[in-house]
């Protein structure tokens, strides 16, 4: 969790500094004490403590020590008549403005430093989350879910895929990606030229009017609540969403690609894949076949992944039917499309009741993995069971990376800490 500085003198070292000074300089500096105290005390960062600012404390102590005796060496000649008392008063003030620049130096860059979260410490925030009336931007959503000629007559699972498209790139590991950002919306910015956000565009920019309407919505938000009132609009299940996502500016690093799925497992065990792509954000195998289930929902196009057609019958329906249609249906290998030869990349499709649907290669692997599969099974016999672990995976991927959520990641004078 993040811990905040403490107050200026709070008794948590605050005042380590000009203690260690007045100590050193001992009875000699007796009469200069709240003037020492004082002046670096306001030179120096309030709450700054000696880890805050890495003050290479013995070597300070030494130099003061030695300021302490050529003091009270002039004390002895003042004494001796040959100092004069506004010369060891100007000594005094030179040597407590002397230290305090150097602790006020010291504690600058360690206040300033932005620690690394889920997106860069280069990447500038352009807005962060404001107040905002969720209920009418829901209604705003559900009122543009309804496209006649888009589809199957909805939006919706174009929605979907633009909320799962933006979480999907998170990484464990290094605290990278994750959903909050909205790099895509910035034209040249490689994200938005993945092929796997092919088509993404036509999603974000019918909410574009939902955002203008609600300028203090941030994108990250946007996008993510969309694709989840989408979901709950399609008879999917009650999802317990919370805003607090924030937006990049156009600087944002990019992100390699590669970090989403492909259809066809890039040339290894496509079960194996699956586990690489989604262990990297900390899912596990259950969670991975209960998001799959997102395969009721719409359909491929061949202008934007080559592949083509419904997973479902019922596209627009959210249900656990795509679970029952992999272990029911028989599925070959697709040869022709529309009376021609299929020239487009391996796909599957239900050869013996119609050849109207499909499933990719990664669909397959979940039937195919003894330990995927398990779970195919579960959900084909039980929706009640699908709709609550797909609300529970679906909440962690729309969360993955945010920082308001799982706070961010501090270095401390011992190392980093959570």
């Known amino acids: 969790p993040t811990t905040p500085p403490p107050p200026e003198g709070s008794g948590n070292g605050s005042n380590v500094v000009p203690l260690l000074l007045v100590a050193a300089l001992g009875g000699a500096a007796y009469m200069y004490q709240d003037q020492i105290m004082g002046m670096v005390n306001g ?4 709450g700054t403590t000696v880890e805050d600012t890495g003050l290479p404390i013995q070597k300070l102590k030494s130099e003061v020590e030695a300021l302490g005796a050529k003091i009270e060496a002039e004390v002895a000649r003042e004494q001796a008549g040959q100092a004069s008392k ?6 005094a003030k030179a040597a407590a403005e002397a230290v305090a620049a150097a602790a006020a130096a010291a504690a600058k860059p360690a206040a300033e430093a932005v620690p690394q979260s889920s997106s860069s410490s280069k990447d500038a925030v352009i807005q962060k989350p404001g107040k905002v009336d969720y209920a009418k931007v829901r209604e705003a959503i ?3 879910l309804d496209e006649p000629g888009y589809d199957d007559g909805s939006i919706g699972p174009l929605l979907v895929r633009l909320a799962w498209h933006s979480a999907g790139t998170f990484d464990k590991n290094t605290g990278r ?5 909205a790099c895509m919306r910035y034209e040249n910015h490689p994200e938005a030229g ?14 574009e009017k939902i955002k203008e309407h609600f300028p203090e919505i941030t994108y990250s938000d946007l996008w993510s609540f969309a694709g989840t009132v989408a979901l709950e609009e399609m008879g999917g299940p009650e999802f317990k969403w919370r805003p607090g996502r924030r937006d990049l500016d156009v600087s944002c690093n990019s992100l390699p690609d590669g ?5 066809d497992g890039r040339g290894k065990n496509p079960a194996d894949h699956l586990r690489d792509i989604f262990y990297r954000m900390g899912f596990n195998d259950q969670e991975i076949v209960a998001l799959s289930g997102a395969h009721a929902l719409g359909r491929c196009h061949t202008d934007r992944s080559g592949f083509w057609g419904p997973w479902t019958r019922a ?3 959210f249900s656990n039917e795509y679970f029952r249609l992999l272990l029911e249906e028989t599925w070959s290998k697709k040869t022709t499309h529309q009376g021609k030869e299929w020239r487009g990349p391996l796909q599957f499709e239900n050869s013996e009741t119609g050849s109207d649907l499909m499933m990719l290669e990664t669909d397959m692997a979940l039937v195919q993995d003894a330990q995927m599969k398990q779970y195919v099974e579960l959900y ?5 069971r699908f709709m609550k672990d797909f609300a529970a995976a679906w909440i962690k991927l729309q969360e993955l990376g945010v920082r308001r959520f799982h706070g961010r990641r501090r270095y401390f004078f011992f190392g980093p800490r959570e």
């Open 43 to 46: 030179g120096a960062a309030a």
């Open 86 to 91: 506004q010369r060891l008063e100007e000594e």
């Open 142 to 144: 559900v009122d543009i």
């Open 177 to 181: 990606g994750g959903s909050e950002g």
């Open 194 to 207: 993945w092929g796997a956000n092919a088509g993404l565009n036509l999603a974000r920019a019918r909410l």
């Open 259 to 263: 970090l989403l799925p492909d259809a």
């Open 315 to 317: 596209p627009t329906t």
């Open 380 to 384: 084909a016999k039980d929706e009640a």
